[in-house]
């Protein structure tokens, strides 16, 4: 997961590059795909829910890999906490639905690294520079 955000960080907005993450990463935990579409809606949420927030936690620290790996050795040791309930749907729902508020929490106090590309930020920094001139 981290490797790709530092890959794609340069390319397009952070939102896009959670996406494609979510895309990425949802395949590869094939034992939720046998619980049904819902399971598998849930899951992309989920997983595009956690690379938002892992995106902004190490965008600001350089893309650092031991913070991705902490990040990623939490929710898994979170995840073992609840195994035996894991698969059920309503575990699902709960915690897609936290991390998707965590989600837009990360993304409304950081909008400039999730909504906006950076040549329209920087449109904007310069047309704001230009206002601020004396005439």
Do not use: C
């Amino acid at each position: 997961m981290w490797l790709r955000h530092k890959t794609l960080d340069s390319r397009m907005r952070g939102i896009v590059s959670a996406v494609i993450v979510g895309l990425l990463w949802t395949p590869i935990h094939l034992s939720f795909f046998g619980r049904g579409l819902a399971m598998v809606v849930l899951l992309f949420l989920l997983i595009t829910a956690y690379s938002i927030v892992m995106f902004a936690l190490v965008r600001d620290q350089g893309f650092n890999i031991l913070l991705a790996t902490i990040f990623h050795l939490a929710i898994n040791v979170g995840n073992l906490l609840f195994l035996d309930i894991i698969y059920e749907t309503p575990l699902m729902v709960i915690n897609a639905s936290i991390w998707a508020i965590l989600a837009a929490i990360v993304m409304m106090r950081q909008p400039s690294i999730f909504l906006v590309s950076r040549r329209e930020m920087t449109e904007y920094a310069v047309s704001l520079r230009a206002e601020r001139l004396p005439e």
